[in-house]
């Protein structure tokens, strides 16, 4: 990847960030957070490329604790996220789960 | 090699796919109907992007890869499952500091056995190490604190200097690195060690207050540290992700600190958030109590009543008790809803989510914009735990420490109940306007046993 295409990714995936969460009701802003905070898990892959590619003992160390790090991220952000967002219900959905 | 121009095209396209459900789960996370699948979609690309780099070329050392992802995974999901909503926040944070550690983790790889080539390269992933350190070690402080576990902010002259030297050492370690002029180990271990102390003496001053909107910048550095490092090891999934995670919570965190009344320089460097600024506002009236009974037959006979519920609700576990009397009076016909204010909880929204753990329908939960219009024609504000977010002294009084916060109008509804454990002022120790007005009642007690009470009353109305 060339500097300049590496700029423009860099760039317009700024852009999306900003653009897909404008306009986000305050009532989400914990579970989004949560949910963002997901998607940065992604730095497992990039972990384990490096573990992958480690030598030396030290190396090797760092590696397999940036790995168990990586998918604490990406395992724990799923989970809490999920937990709280399969709570929030309509007043339909909530009627027909409770019926009295 | 034909087998491995496959394999970097498979693992070239997975990479892309990943990126393109991470942006629309992100998308179908900002509106509460569509919420729900955001995070089954973007747990999809997770899934595509690390079953995929198992077949990245000239991998090795499986044997400790497959135990390290094992025993993460395994603790985060043991941890994630079991705890409770009211702390949410705090393994927010603590996840998150995990994603910084291991970003600064490839960063220290990459440099210690010199995998980097050019300066562009070196530079960034030195710039994503001291970024990803920094929010390891601070996401690690902000979740001692919202935890518990740390209960002092410590304080003391110069702390804004000295975090400045320890960044200004830092960097000039960075900088000898990435100009590879000393890559030595010393050189590179000293530049990481400075970083996670820096992380370390930026967030001990925070109070914990603010540590939502500090969990938020730290969630956008982890991203860009993320981000960052995608470009050293030319990883397409984690520079999008990373970025874009990065500028959304960005943004995300300016919400925050709006919605907290704060700035997010004032949050950093000003050491508020455990205020000891009491300053007590005089304030005239007195408290008139009102029994359960009578406060049951008023919410009955009225035709529209707004609750107001506040941290000290969660706290006394009372949201489903709540809930119940909620809806004995939605059967009676009473037109009803609860008003959230945007820092009710721990962080903004972390009462939608308590009271979407009750079973509140997310249409009956409204926004202080939405309903503030809506006090002046409610018969009854029922207000629980919640304190300084309803002081009318927000308005008028220039001298109080929440001057200017915007509070749910809550005084301007024709009778206010408030249900409240004892006399005393807030969390921000400023005694209450609104709990001396002439329509207000106190009801006194904890707020599960009020709100059963309550339930009692309402039942006996027939």
């Known amino acids: 990847m060339t500097g300049m295409v590496a700029l423009y990714i860099f760039m317009l995936a700024a852009f999306t960030g900003y653009e897909v969460i404008s306009r986000v009701p305050v009532i989400l802003h914990t579970p989004l957070m949560s949910g963002s905070n997901f998607v940065h898990g992604i730095v497992l892959v990039g972990a384990m490329v490096a573990l992958g590619s480690a030598a030396t003992p030290l190396e090797k160390t760092i590696g397999f604790i940036g790995v168990l790090l990586g998918a604490g991220n990406a395992v724990g952000g799923y989970v809490v996220t999920e937990r709280m967002l399969e709570m929030f219900k309509s007043s339909g959905r909530a009627a027909r789960q409770r019926p009295h | 090699m034909p087998g491995g121009i496959s394999a970097d095209l498979a693992i070239q396209a997975s990479y892309f796919l990943t990126a393109v459900l991470f942006i629309m789960g992100l998308k179908r996370m900002s509106s509460p109907v569509t919420a729900r699948s955001g995070i089954l979609w973007a747990g999809a690309g997770m899934l595509v992007a690390t079953l995929i ?205 709006k919605a907290m009344n704060r700035s997010l320089g004032n949050v950093l460097f000003s050491g508020f958030g455990d205020t000891g600024t009491a300053a007590t506002g005089e304030v005239s009236g007195s408290l008139k109590p009102i029994e359960a009974s009578d406060a049951g037959v008023m919410m009955a006979f009225a035709s529209k009543v707004i609750v107001v519920p506040g941290y000290g609700m969660a706290v006394a576990q009372a949201q489903h008790k709540v809930w119940e009397l909620s809806q004995l009076l939605i059967e009676r016909g009473v037109q009803l809803r609860f008003a959230i204010h945007p820092v009710a909880g721990r962080m903004p929204g972390h009462m939608n989510v308590l009271l979407a753990e009750a079973g509140v329908p997310y249409d009956l939960i409204a926004d202080l914009d939405e309903i503030n219009a809506e006090f002046e024609t409610a018969d009854v504000a029922l207000i629980i735990g919640a304190n300084d977010v309803v002081n009318p002294v927000a308005r008028t009084d220039k001298s109080s420490p929440i001057y200017g916060m915007p509070i749910l109008n809550a005084d301007k509804a024709k009778n206010v109940i408030v249900i409240k454990r004892g006399k005393g002022a807030g969390f921000s120790g400023i005694e209450n306007a609104l709990f001396y007005l002439d329509n207000t009642r106190m009801l006194y007690g904890d707020g599960q046993k009020a709100a059963a009470e309550l339930i009692q009353a309402i039942k006996a109305v027939e």
């Open chain 2, 53 to 257: 780099t198992f077949l990245y070329p000239g991998m090795s050392n499986y044997g400790l890869i497959l135990p390290a992802m094992l025993v993460g995974a395994v603790l985060a999901w043991w941890s994630g499952k079991r705890v409770a909503m009211t702390n949410i926040p705090q393994m927010i944070a603590l996840y998150n500091g995990m994603g910084g550690g291991a970003a600064a983790a490839i960063a220290a790889v990459e440099l210690y056995r010199g995998g980097t080539e050019g300066y562009a390269s070196t530079t960034l992933a030195v710039a994503g190490g001291i970024i990803g350190a920094v929010s390891f070690s601070g996401s690690l402080i902000a979740f001692g604190k919202l935890q518990g576990l740390i209960t002092r902010s410590i304080r003391f002259r110069g702390q804004q200097l000295l975090n400045l030297l320890l960044l200004a050492v830092a960097l000039v370690l960075g900088a000898l690195v990435a100009a590879h002029l000393d890559a030595s180990l010393a050189v590179v271990t000293g530049f990481f060690l400075l970083a996670l102390l820096l992380g370390l003496t930026m967030t001990l001053p925070i109070g914990g207050a603010d540590m939502p909107v500090v969990i938020s910048l730290y969630n956008a550095l982890t991203g860009l540290a993320v981000g960052l490092e995608g470009f050293v090891l030319n990883n397409a999934a984690m520079i999008i992700a990373g970025t874009v995670v990065g500028s959304a919570g960005t943004l995300l965190t300016q919400l925050m600190a």
